[in-house]
Structures are given as structure tokens and as C-alpha cells.
């Protein structure tokens, strides 16, 4: 009897263990503040400076650590971000915005984005290229694009260090560990609030694909 009672809790023991092995890290995804993150990234790092308000304010420089830009020095149209970041510790799109910046390849990126902003708009404007669901550029007229794919991988190997950073970003901010699992929970989700934020800057003509798979021009 005692034998068989003692059994039955060793089962009971291990079928507890094993369910907590399998527990899934559920992570928050603050999607209107990714949104909203990525939008001030792109407005303030990809617009040449024709393109960028004419109000702006000359922040105070600190020099960065071991040479590398700082994001407020990049960003002079956010210069008042950290005061804010400071004084409002729920500002979650600033503090993401802040986050990513500090990513030395998400700059890199960055930079190289808008290098090769020119060519890309024009593959867009040809209808050559489309914007797809994931966040990602795809060849829609290969005969338009010939020559080009090399742009388009490119530009796909940057948005996805984007997406790859935002993800990680959103990790540090909830101060979550940062696994393959939890990276997993967040890449799809991160490079669907890119999509988004492409589709609303998209110009008229441009070929953009809808969270359902149609593609439309806008």
C-alpha cells in the first residue's frame, strides 16, 4: 500500500515538473509605442535634411563613448526625448526609440538605408519593387528591376536588423531575458508594426501588401 501510494506521488511529482519545464515567458507587446518608435527612427534618421522640419533646435553635444554617435546628437528634433524619458518612465515610445538607437548596427543600418533612399524610390515609384507584410521590400516587376536585386537584399538585410534590434528593445525595456524563445514571441509581431508603419508612408502608386496577403496600390 505504502509502495503504491509513494508511486503515485513520484508520478504526480514528475508530471508537476515537467509541466512547469514547458511554461512559456509570455512578453508584452506594446504595439502602438513600437509603431510610434519606429516612426520617429524613420523620420528623424532617413529624411535628408531638405526633408526635415525647418524648426529645430540645436541640442547641447556630449561626446559619445568610444566614438560612436549618441541618439540625441543623431536626433535634433528629439533633443527634449530625454528629459522626457527621465521624467516619465511609461513613455514606452521614447524609451524604445532611445533603446534601439543605442544599437551600434541598428545606426550602421540606418545609415545605409538611407544611402541607398534614392534608388529604392525610385524601384517604388516604377512599381518595380512593393512593400510587403513583413516589413521587407519585394521584386514585383523583375524586368523593372534588373540590375537591382542587389539593393533590394540589402535593404531587406537592414530592416531586418531593425526588426531584430526592436525586438530586443522591447526585451530590455520590460527588463525580460533576452532568449531565442522570447526573440521568437516578438520578431513577427515587430516586423508586422514595420509593415504598418511602411503602408502609411507609402506615396501614392506605390505596390503595398495588406496584413492579409493582397497586394494594392496605394
Known sequence: MIRSITKAVLVALSAFLAACAIITVNVYFPEKDVKQAYKSLDEMLLKTEDEKPAEQVEPKKEEAPSGQTSFLDRLPSLSLVGAAHAAAQDNVADDLAIELSS????????????????????????????????????????????????????????????????????????????????????????AASYADTKREQARKGWWIQLQNGRWVQK
Open 103 to 190: 544599437i551600434p548596427e541598428v545606426l550602421t543600418a540606418y545609415d545605409e538605408m538611407k544611402a541607398r533612399l534614392p534608388q529604392l524610390d525610385a524601384l517604388r515609384d516604377a512599381g518595380a519593387v512593393g512593400e510587403t507584410a513583413q516589413g521587407l521590400v519585394t521584386v514585383r516587376d523583375a524586368a523593372k528591376a534588373a540590375g537591382k536585386e542587389t539593393i533590394v537584399k540589402a535593404e531587406n538585410e537592414n530592416r531586418k536588423t531593425v526588426i531584430t534590434g526592436m525586438a530586443k528593445a522591447i526585451l530590455k525595456i520590460n527588463k525580460q531575458k533576452e532568449s531565442k524563445e522570447t526573440l521568437n514571441q516578438l520578431l513577427g509581431k515587430a
